[in-house]
């Protein structure tokens, strides 16, 4: 199984980019869809997830401009990123969690520019 993530690039402060997560291979038993990210010189911390009801959950200094969303039928998750700020800036990772093991993607650099 692997996780393909997509979408990052360098954008300006209030602008917004849209990362693309999807799995190749048999994946069974999905809780969880979720996006972390790591910036340079900090740990990894959770952004947003959703689970299989549709219900999603955020970092509370990413509510109201980042939306998750997932694709069950494509074993995808995407995350719409509006109003970026320059604190926003890291390598995003996506993380599929499952009843048995976490499956992790292999990150996608996203800059935000004041």
């Known amino acids: 199984v692997q996780l393909q993530a997509s979408g990052g690039g360098l954008v300006q402060a209030g602008g917004s980019l849209r990362l693309s997560c999807v799995a190749s291979?048999?994946?069974?038993?999905?809780?969880?869809r979720r996006w972390y990210r790591q910036a340079p010189g900090k740990e990894r911390e959770w952004v947003a997830s959703i689970i299989a009801n549709g219900s999603a959950n955020y970092l509370d200094s990413v509510k109201g401009r980042f939306t998750i969303s997932r694709d069950s039928a494509k074993k995808a998750v995407c995350l719409q990123m509006n109003n970026l700020e320059p604190e926003d800036t890291a390598v995003y990772y996506c993380?599929?969690?499952?009843?048995?093991?976490?499956?992790w993607g292999q990150g996608t650099q996203v800059t935000v520019s004041s």
């Open positions: 291979g048999r994946i069974n038993g999905i809780r969880a």
């Open positions: 993380n599929f969690h499952t009843v048995y093991t976490d499956y």
